[in-house]
């Protein structure tokens, strides 16, 4: 397993130093692994003194034993030496030497609280796994276990679970996640432990540990079991072992260790991982809304990375409290200087994922929304599908007089049937879709890209507004864009902090920037860019004459403003930064 040296010395070993409680623990998860992996091709992960790889060939099994210890395997070796040829290999947990989807099954038992990156060893394991492969492995109970300063008195344990985060680790990258407990001692009576410590004593000095081993699991089947910590009306799968009855843990009763049972298919074989980043700033209602909207996703993200921009500390706590209760890990960065841009850029470059979805805090996603961006990437055999957005749901298509000014001020906006981006550096986005469409570039507020292309692209941090859009484009030069209509996300436009005049000032500057960068320039490109901030103004003042609310009021300030902002740099011919 892949831990540092000083973690590779907690061992069982068969020297008579061997508790009563701790042979019958081994042997009984040992036991039940067994029953699911007759005749496959296994590989037992941290296999130690050799004892599992022995036990699960006797099963039927056929077993490889991988240990990141020479010296382990060395024992290995030594203990297995009487049976047919059996393969070891020196192995790093997070790079296991397999070739994809080549074993029909991994048990992993007691190796995950040693491992200080859980998402590298399974992401390796479901690499290395054929469909319809089994992953079992076995880990305590953070609950359970004694902590003294945040830390596990057992030295050697570094990343301990807890059975909601064992689960949802479990659930990113298989599926058919039975959860179980499994109490790390004997269930018998007094008798039967002093007859089992008894034996253990006795036999050690006259037999080895494998003429003892069927005894006990005689004794331990029966009496040590892994047990249900699951809801009740959750049947166990049909492939589980009859022996192995349910036990439903009520109240405060809660198993010392932890048992799981897992399928690798095809409808998660290949889903990639997503990392979601969250920038923020003092919208803890909001933020709380958005992240539970992503906790209850079909396809849920690895992470949650949260850039907060906050005064205060509120969102600090929030994160703090809100940590390890949905098995979602949240990730808390404080950045308090810089735009937007910026606070993107910082998520990304923590991001663990293979694709980053960018999500604004005061947005909702369908719960649906990761699982249908991941079809459209799923779809890429070729690599040239660098980014994927969904559609904002309440937000309606122009009507006809609208899209008709918009045309001809070539505003853009949300009308048509195709995505495109316009001579005056705007872009038009469809909302009435029937299917996947290309896009020329992204607006909105629920947009993910590869986490590749942030080795070539970043986010513009100069301004406030209108960072996707520019960064969209750019990487569309490359890369291919789509907007998918089956994924869904609620934009609810909070409004704390937002000044809508100083928003669209710093909107229509942002345009000035991405025409000057992005667009040829053109004589007939500046007439239009010209042409389309005319027709901005005269909408904002037409629209504020026809509704005069304060909103409407700053946004035609805020164009006006904008607009002037961009004739003195002009005029003054003061380069865009």
């Not at 049972?261 to 997503?274: D, E, F, M, P, S």
């Not at 942030?454 to 291919?480: A, H, M, P, T």
Request: charged content about 25%; proline content about 3%.
């Amino acid at each position: 397993m892949a831990v540092p040296k000083e973690n590779i010395h907690e061992r069982l070993t068969f020297d008579g130093s061997i508790t009563a409680d701790q042979l019958c623990t081994v042997v009984s998860q040992y036991d039940f692994a067994a029953s699911f992996i007759k005749g496959k091709l296994t590989l037992d992960i941290a296999c130690g003194n050799g004892f599992g790889v022995w036990y699960l060939k006797r099963k039927g099994a056929m077993v490889i034993g991988g240990d990141i210890s020479m010296d382990a395997l060395k024992s290995s070796k030594q203990f297995c030496q009487d049976e047919d040829a059996t393969d070891f290999v020196v192995m790093d947990a997070t790079k296991l030497p397999f070739a994809s989807k080549t074993l029909a099954a991994i048990v992993s038992i007691e190796t995950l609280e040693h491992l200080p990156d859980h998402d590298k060893f399974l992401g390796e394991c479901q690499r290395v796994l054929k469909e319809e492969g089994i992953f079992i492995c076995s880990t305590p109970n953070r609950q359970v276990s004694a902590y003294v300063g945040g830390r596990s008195v057992n030295p050697y344990h570094i990343n301990e679970l807890s059975p909601k985060e064992l689960e949802g680790l479990l659930n990113k990258y298989f599926c058919d996640v039975q959860l179980l407990g499994h109490d790390y001692w004997l269930r018998g009576n007094i008798f039967e432990k002093k007859m089992v410590e008894l034996l253990r004593k006795t036999i050690f000095r006259i037999y080895k540990l494998r003429q003892l081993a069927h005894f006990m699991v005689r004794l331990t089947s029966r009496q040590s079991q892994p047990v249900r910590v699951v809801d009740k009306s959750v049947c166990l799968n049909q492939h589980l072992d009859k022996r192995y009855k349910p036990f439903y843990f009520s109240g405060s009763a809660r198993p010392a260790g932890l048992f799981a049972v897992a399928k690798c298919t095809k409808t998660n074989a290949n889903i990639l991982r997503y990392s979601v980043v969250i920038p923020t700033k003092d919208r803890i209602d909001d933020l709380t809304r958005c992240i539970q909207s992503l906790e209850s996703q079909s396809v849920r993200p690895m992470e949650i990375i949260i850039v907060d921009g906050s005064i205060t500390q509120q969102t600090r706590e929030m994160i703090s409290e809100m940590s390890g209760k949905h098995g979602i890990p949240l990730k808390y960065i404080r950045q308090t200087v810089g735009k937007f841009g910026r606070a993107k850029n910082i998520g990304a470059m923590q991001a663990k994922g293979d694709v980053v979805l960018f999500v604004d805090d005061d947005v909702i996603l369908d719960e649906y929304y990761i699982e249908e961006l991941d079809k459209v990437y799923q779809k890429d055999t070729a690599g040239v599908i660098g980014a994927v957005q969904g559609i904002c749901a309440n937000i309606e298509p122009y009507g006809h007089i609208k899209t008709a000014y918009c045309r001809l001020f070539m505003l853009g906006g949300w009308h048509g049937t195709k995505s495109k981006l316009n001579p005056s550096g705007t872009i038009t986005t469809p909302v009435s879709l029937s299917g996947t469409i290309k896009a020329a570039g992204f607006v909105g507020s629920a947009h993910s890209f590869r986490k590749h292309i942030f080795n070539e692209f970043q986010f513009d941090e100069i301004y406030e507004y209108g960072d996707e859009l520019n960064f969209s484009v750019r990487v569309s030069r490359k890369y291919c864009l789509y907007v998918t209509p089956f994924a869904k996300f609620i934009h609810n436009q909070s409004p704390v902090g937002r000044n809508f005049e100083e928003y669209q000032i710093n909107n229509t500057y942002a345009r000035y920037h991405m025409f000057c960068k992005l667009m040829p320039q053109t004589l007939i490109n500046r007439i239009c860019f010209g042409w389309s901030l005319l027709g901005a103004i005269i909408g904002y003042i037409g629209v504020y004459i026809g509704s005069p609310t304060e909103a409407n009021r700053e946004y035609a300030m805020g164009s006006i403003k904008g607009t002037v902002l961009i004739l003195r740099s002009v005029i003054h011919r003061k380069d865009v930064p």
